[in-house]
């Protein structure tokens, strides 16, 4: 996706000084650049943090922030189908529907869709899945997956927090037989707060499928994850192998595949399939 477009004057300017310095080399000006956006607005809406993690000057968060991931896919929206699958070649919901498939699972009575998007999962499960809930950050792609109308719930929100917070208006908490999270790992660092909360809100042999997007060993250098050149997060598979074990998920597919490209070039990553112990 291109970057978030930052509106506040001051803001803007440094963010915007940031990035020229960063495309012309001068990435020690552009860090001071990139703090002082930071500094005007820690709540990150240009996503500097990461910026400045992917250029080696600063710490590796453990996520995205969530006002730069609300930005991004709100101010892009009504084009975002056209850039993620006509531009950037992006298939996953429909890799993930046919390893269902061939795993022959389904049909499911709660299915939950994470980082739903516009609906493109919900779409592949809608013929599936009895009861449809779909989550989003952005408030105007839920709009977007509304008018799809293949979701009996949708919902604006971050997907650990929904995780951990999410109650019916009864004050029960919710369970589901399957939770779907297409293109939410490169947006979480660490996955720990994810597997965790997918863990308690799955019944017990309960599906968890998502995808990763990972670099080579000689790039993640032993880190379990990195901002990686293109401002997205990879994961290494030693970690997310381990980090499944811990939290009680037996890996029943961790499949090699493209998951999108970036300047016609592909990025690798996989599909994971699993079931809750």
Not at 47 to 56: E, K, Q
Not at 125 to 154: K, M, P
Request: glycine share 10%; aromatic share 10%; with cysteine.
């Amino acid at each position: 996706m291109p970057a978030a477009t930052v509106e506040n004057d001051s803001l803007a300017e440094a963010y915007n000084r940031g990035l020229e310095l960063e495309k012309a080399g001068d990435l020690v000006a552009a860090a001071e650049s990139y703090r002082e956006a930071l500094a005007l607005d820690p709540s990150d809406p240009g996503g500097v943090s990461i910026r400045l993690a992917a250029m080696g000057v600063a710490e590796t968060p453990g996520k995205m922030p969530d006002a730069y991931v609300a930005t991004l896919f709100d101010q892009h929206a009504d084009v975002f189908d056209e850039i993620l699958v006509d531009d950037l070649g992006y298939c996953v919901p429909l890799l993930l529907q046919d390893l269902v498939g061939r795993l022959e699972l389904g049909p499911f009575d709660r299915f939950l869709e994470l980082g739903c998007g516009t609906g493109l999962t919900g779409l592949a499960f809608s013929e599936t899945a009895q009861h449809l809930t779909g989550v989003d950050l952005s408030e105007r792609i839920v709009e977007l997956a509304y008018d799809r109308e293949v979701y009996d719930d949708l919902y604006v929100g971050e997907a650990v927090e929904f995780l951990e917070e999410f109650e019916e208006e009864d004050g029960s908490r919710p369970s589901w037989d399957f939770v779907a999270a297409t293109d939410v790992f490169p947006y979480l660092g660490a996955v720990e707060p994810f597997l965790k909360g997918a863990s308690e809100r799955l019944v017990v042999g309960g599906y968890l499928a998502f995808s990763t997007e990972t670099l080579p060993d000689a790039v993640l250098d032993g880190r379990d994850y990195m901002v990686g050149p293109k401002s997205r997060f990879a994961q290494s598979e030693a970690y997310v192998r381990k980090r499944l074990e811990e939290f009680g998920f037996d890996i029943l597919a961790m499949d090699p595949i493209t998951v999108r490209m970036e300047e016609g070039e592909p990025v690798p990553g996989h599909l994971v399939m699993t079931r809750k112990r």
